[in-house]
């Protein structure tokens, strides 16, 4: 597995770990609908939670939550549509980010809960 690809699985492991231990239900880890995809789907008490991760190396460019750009964000909203109207779920949805950043031999992550609201258009 490319290095990337292997510190990308670990920051959604590490994330996955986090809701987790926040008492999140993981309902799903990497959904697909058609060419998109939703990193985690999870609940949490009456919500659906959509959780986009972003794991970087180094924070030399950006912070990894800076890179769900708005054109990001449409594409997750997408899939959380379909997600919601495949899976029948009633429960309003928020739209979470975890930032995994890796720091030496550890990781520092940051859960940011209700990072965006969903676009209009």
Same mark, same amino acid.
């Given at each position: 597995?490319?290095?990337? !690809?292997?510190?990308?699985? /670990?920051? %959604?492991?590490?994330?996955?770990?986090? =809701?987790?231990?926040?008492?999140?239900?993981? =309902?799903?880890? !990497?959904?697909?609908?058609?060419?998109?995809?939703?990193?985690?789907?999870?609940? !949490?008490? !009456?919500?659906?939670?959509?959780?986009?991760?972003?794991?970087?190396?180094?924070?030399?460019? =950006?912070?990894?939550?800076?890179?769900?750009?708005?054109?990001?964000?449409?594409?997750?909203?997408?899939?959380?549509?379909?997600?919601?109207?495949?899976?029948? /779920?009633? =429960?309003?949805?928020?739209?979470?980010?975890?930032?995994?950043?890796?720091?030496? %031999?550890?990781?520092? /992550?940051?859960?940011?809960?209700?990072?965006?609201?969903?676009?209009? /258009?």
């Amino acid at each position: 597995m490319a290095e990337h !690809n292997l510190l990308g699985k /670990t920051g %959604e492991d590490l994330a996955v770990d986090l =809701l987790q231990s926040k008492g999140y239900e993981i =309902l799903a880890r !990497n959904w697909h609908s058609g060419h998109k995809e939703l990193d985690i789907v999870a609940r !949490n008490r !009456n919500w659906l939670v959509i959780a986009e991760v972003k794991t970087r190396s180094s924070e030399d460019y =950006l912070e990894p939550w800076q890179a769900v750009t708005p054109q990001k964000i449409r594409r997750i909203v997408q899939a959380a549509h379909h997600y919601v109207r495949q899976t029948g /779920t009633d =429960l309003p949805v928020r739209f979470d980010i975890i930032s995994v950043l890796r720091q030496g %031999e550890g990781f520092r /992550t940051e859960h940011i809960e209700d990072a965006y609201p969903p676009p209009l /258009t």
